[in-house]
Every structure is written in C-alpha cells, then in structure tokens.
C-alpha cells in the first residue's frame, strides 16, 4: 500500500506540475506572463501525475509524435517531455509508478516506441530506455575559410523575430524527416522551443534561412555570445547555434558558409550535430573544426516489440532469432525471427538481449558485436553478431535534431 496515487492530470493541475517539474529541474516556476506563452504547450492529455491527496508529488509528461525508422517509415512515437518527482517523496517508488503507467498508457494509445532526452545516464536503462541515437559538440574557429571547389549554397536571409514563428515550422515539416531518428515537431513543440527563443526574454536568438533552386530548404537558429573582458576589449564573440536543419548537402554549405561568415565571431559552437556532419571537410584547414564531444542524444524504448521490429526495413543477412527480455512489459518477452520481415517464434534464439539494448540497435546507432563485447547481447557467436550488424545497420548514422 503507498500514500500516492498515479493517474492522469486534469486541466486544472497544468501549471502546478510544470512547476512542480521545474522545481525538480532546479529552476523557477513561470511567471503569469511566460505561462500565458506556454500554456498551449502543457495541456492534461498525454501526462501522468502522482499524488499525495491533492498536491501532485511528481509528474511524467509526454506528447504524441512520430519517428523515422530505418526504411522511411514513421512510427507513432510518446516523447517523453519531463519528468521529475518533489524533492521530499524522492526515492519511494514514485517515478517507477509513473513510468509503468505511462508506459502502458503509451501501449494503449498505439504508440510502439517512446522516445525521451535523458538528464542522466543511470535513470532510465531499468525502465526498458536504451541509446538509440547520439550528436556531436563542435567547435569551428575562425577564420575557416571553405576548400576550392567545397559547394556553395544559395542566398541566406535572416528573418525577424515574428517570421520565423510564421516561417519555420512549415520549412521544418517541408524539410522532412529524411535521417532514421529524426522526429515530427507538432504544434506544441514550438512555443517553448522556437517563439520564447527568438522573444526579447528568449536570449535574442537569430533565425537565418537558406533559399535553393526550389525555395527554401533550410535553417539555423542563432544568437552571438560576447567574449571580450577589460582585459581583452577586442576578442570576437561566440556564435552559438541551437537548430540547424537542411534539405539537402547544398542548403547545408549555404548555412555553414552563412555562420562561419558572421563578421566579430571567434568561434562557432554547435552543439546536437550528427556525426557525420561535413563542416570539417568543407573547410580549407580541416583543424579548424573540431569535435569537442559525442554524447547520448535520444533514448529510445520499444513499447510494442513486434510492431517496431516490423516498421523498419532490414539490410541483407540471413535472419536470426532473439530472445528479448523486457520486465517491464512481460507482453514483449519472448523470441523473435528477424530478417525478411519479423515474426514471433518458439525457434531455438541465435542471441539474448534486454529491451533497452534492443532499442540501441533498432536505428543503427550501435553494431551488435560491440554491445555484445559490453555483455548487453548473450549466447551469439561471432557468426551470428556479424549477421545482426548486417541486418541492423545503416548507411548513415542516425540523429534525431530535436530535444524536447
């Protein structure tokens, strides 16, 4: 017996637990002003609540989107957009019976995966969440001039603050999910993501848009962070960038030549890039890109474990037969046939795996052999590990591009 109740929140508890979300953040509740902006961002549905009588202790929230899988496919996706538990009822099982219920609730409403940004590594592995995409942290110092022969892009225009709200969403959706892990942005991911950032309270970011032979095909949100001291009046400043999206490798060498143009800049810091990002072979001296860090980007869990191995499309391999544990959702256990197509099977299993690991390889962000080598895959030779990074792999890396 527990002195909480999980359930889902009401309209009327919105704000209490987004306050009680930033206050488990180490943040500060909004005012009535950045509330009224946000407020169609934070509705009831789609957010599970735990509660001591009426005050909420802790909150799971989440809205509904799809995700590209290997093969093009979108797959209806719960991304999980905050969670946190009251600093006194911390410990006490409150956050696993949020995310049992939210998990369920995500079987219920036909999502097959469910997708989150982690605040730390430890949490969400013992809820079925693996690592199923990563980014890059670079840094480019200028002056960077671009290669001979590097392409060059179309025209790039800034836009003011009122249209890019207009503008951007649109660009991002005719852009497309065109990489394994990338995700659609409903309405709802914009307040908080791209108006407060370009409002004057936002941090005064920039939108900058690239126009190609067919219109506009990309974009990059930006602001300029000062560097100079009394000491040092003169340094240039840094050129952070938030969002950087693009249709194609041409519209990509029209942003990169865009920022890496911006007159008092020292250094461009980009931080949520694939790892395959050009810039550093775009560039006449390529030393002056460098990767200044790869980390975990979005955590990926299989809700429905038949339905997510059948979305995707698989490389040529003769198929094998895993065994999947999931404690979580015990409808998951058991074996299945991948290769041309997937099936349920009671076949002898070529290997043994968790759920979350399984979600490290479901869009190749991770080969088989080296998740075996970590003990997350068991009872595969090293036949059978070859043929699961054949049948899981990738042309290109993938990457999601939008926290959430």
């Known amino acids: 017996?527990?002195?909480?109740?999980?359930?889902?929140?009401?309209?009327?508890?919105?704000?209490?637990?987004?306050?009680?979300?930033?206050?488990?953040?180490?943040?500060?509740?909004?005012?009535?002003?950045?509330?009224?902006?946000?407020?169609?961002?934070?509705?009831?549905?789609?957010?599970?609540?735990?509660?001591?009588?009426d005050e909420p202790i802790g909150i799971a929230s989440s809205f509904r989107t799809e995700l590209t899988v290997p093969g093009g496919a979108a797959v209806p996706m719960g991304a999980v957009d905050g969670v946190g538990v009251r600093a006194d009822w911390t410990r006490r099982g409150v956050l696993t019976a949020m995310m049992d219920s939210q998990l369920r609730d995500f079987a219920d409403r036909g999502c097959p995966v469910a997708g989150l940004h982690a605040s730390e590594a430890l949490i969400y592995g013992r809820?079925?969440?693996?690592?199923?995409?990563?980014?890059?942290?670079?840094?480019?110092?200028?002056?960077?001039?671009?290669?001979?022969?590097?392409?060059?892009?179309?025209?790039v225009r800034l836009l003011s603050a009122e249209a890019a709200v207009e503008t951007i969403p649109a660009l991002y959706q005719h852009i497309g999910a065109h990489r394994a892990g990338m995700i659609a942005r409903p309405e709802l991911w914009w307040p908080i993501q791209l108006d407060r950032a370009v409002s004057r309270e936002g941090g005064h970011w920039r939108v900058a848009v690239h126009t190609g032979p067919d219109g506009d095909d990309g974009f990059a949100v930006f602001r300029n962070v000062p560097q100079n001291s009394y000491l040092d009046p003169e340094r240039g400043a840094a050129l952070e960038v938030r969002d950087f999206h693009a249709a194609g490798p041409e519209a990509e060498a029209g942003l990169w030549r865009f920022l890496l143009s911006v007159d008092l800049v020292e250094v461009v810091n980009v931080r949520g890039r694939p790892l395959d990002d050009p810039i550093g072979l775009l560039l006449a001296d390529p030393r002056r890109a460098a990767t200044l860090g790869v980390d975990d980007e979005l955590w990926l869990r299989l809700v429905d474990v038949q339905a997510a191995l059948a979305a995707r499309s698989y490389g040529p391999a003769e198929p094998v037969v895993l065994e999947v544990n999931d404690r979580m959702l015990p409808e998951n256990q058991g074996r299945y046939r991948i290769g041309d197509g997937v099936e349920r099977t009671d076949a002898e299993a070529d290997a043994t795996l968790d759920v979350d690991t399984l979600a490290m390889l479901y869009l190749g962000a991770w080969q088989a052999s080296a998740l075996a080598l970590a003990g997350r895959i068991t009872g595969a030779d090293a036949a059978v590990l070859g043929r699961m990074d054949a049948l899981f792999g990738t042309e290109r890396q993938p990457w999601s591009g939008t926290h959430f």
């Not at 209490?16 to 953040?25: G, Q, Y």
């Not at 961002?41 to 599970?48: C, E, M, V």
């Not at 809820?127 to 942290?137: D, I, K, L, P, Q």
């Open 127 to 155: 809820f079925g969440y693996g690592v199923a995409t990563r980014m890059a942290t670079l840094q480019i110092r200028r002056p960077a001039p671009f290669r001979t022969g590097a392409a060059v892009g179309g025209r």
């Open 1 to 53: 017996m527990t002195d909480y109740l999980v359930r889902p929140i009401t309209d009327a508890e919105c704000r209490p637990t987004l306050d009680l979300l930033v206050r488990s953040l180490n943040g500060e509740p909004l005012d009535d002003a950045s509330w009224e902006k946000i407020s169609r961002s934070w509705a009831a549905d789609g957010r599970t609540g735990a509660f001591h009588g």
